[in-house]
């Protein structure tokens, strides 16, 4: 009886073979079987940052909801390229934009979630920084904001850009690290890039990366999944 998370680097919905596909994406996306989804590289980079992935597909091909989440541009779709997703029947009781110190522009997003079942939790989406030094400093942000919530649970998901298995989390004592499988490249992937991080008290019951055909070309990263126990009560198919 567990809440399912999940974390797709979409690489602006470029495949692997080049071409721009926001449908396919979905398609990733709606196999997770997830409830809460963390988007990374959800808008182009340059100019106003469009969003690469379109609202209106979200709402008419998916169960999610992005709900009042922040925004780098107006014509962007997430905050620094991300966005959170929240399956129907579920509240989102606030959402605070989470500037992240480093070299280059990044930012994380912290989502305050009521279950359908459960008590709320945090969520912390991030994409961390290319240089470990950055990394290292923006762990130490997140960790903070994590701590700050006890007695509460928290955990944070994303890509983290670490291809080491230790190094780059030391701000990160007390918590679990969770590293689900090989997500990058995507077609013969070899580093645990996307990763997830809980706070005492929450187990990770099952997890793994979805590794189908169409994930391999539908982006350079594979999708994570984690199926979450101590939030809420509710049954998930296998996977």
């Not at 400093?137 to 298995?165: T, Y």
């Amino acid at each position: 009886m567990t809440l399912r998370i999940a974390s797709y680097n979409l690489h602006k919905c470029v495949g692997t073979d080049r071409k721009h596909d926001p449908a396919r994406v979905v398609n990733v996306i709606n196999a997770l079987h997830a409830d809460v989804i963390a988007l990374q590289e959800v808008d182009k980079r340059m100019g106003e940052r469009p969003a690469a992935l379109p609202q209106k597909l979200i709402e008419e091909e998916t169960d999610f909801i992005r709900h009042d989440m922040p925004r780098t541009t107006a014509a962007s779709l997430g905050w620094h390229g991300q966005v959170v997703l929240v399956r129907r029947g579920s509240r989102v009781l606030g959402v605070e934009p989470v500037t992240l110190p480093g070299l280059e522009p990044r930012g994380a997003i912290a989502v305050n979630i009521a279950p359908d079942s459960g008590a709320p939790f945090l969520l912390i989406a991030a994409h961390l920084g290319l240089r470990r030094s950055d990394r290292r400093a923006q762990w130490s942000r997140i960790a903070e904001i994590m701590a700050g919530v006890k007695p509460h649970p928290a955990l944070a998901i994303g890509d983290f850009n670490e291809w080491r298995a230790r190094h780059g989390f030391e701000a990160l004592t007390g918590f679990h690290i969770h590293a689900p499988g090989a997500t990058y490249p995507s077609r013969a992937p070899i580093g645990q890039l996307d990763r997830i991080v809980t706070s005492p008290g929450l187990r990770v019951v099952r997890k793994g990366v979805l590794d189908t055909p169409l994930a391999r070309v539908a982006s350079d990263h594979l999708p994570i999944w984690a199926d979450i126990g101590g939030i809420v009560t509710r049954a998930h198919p296998s996977s």
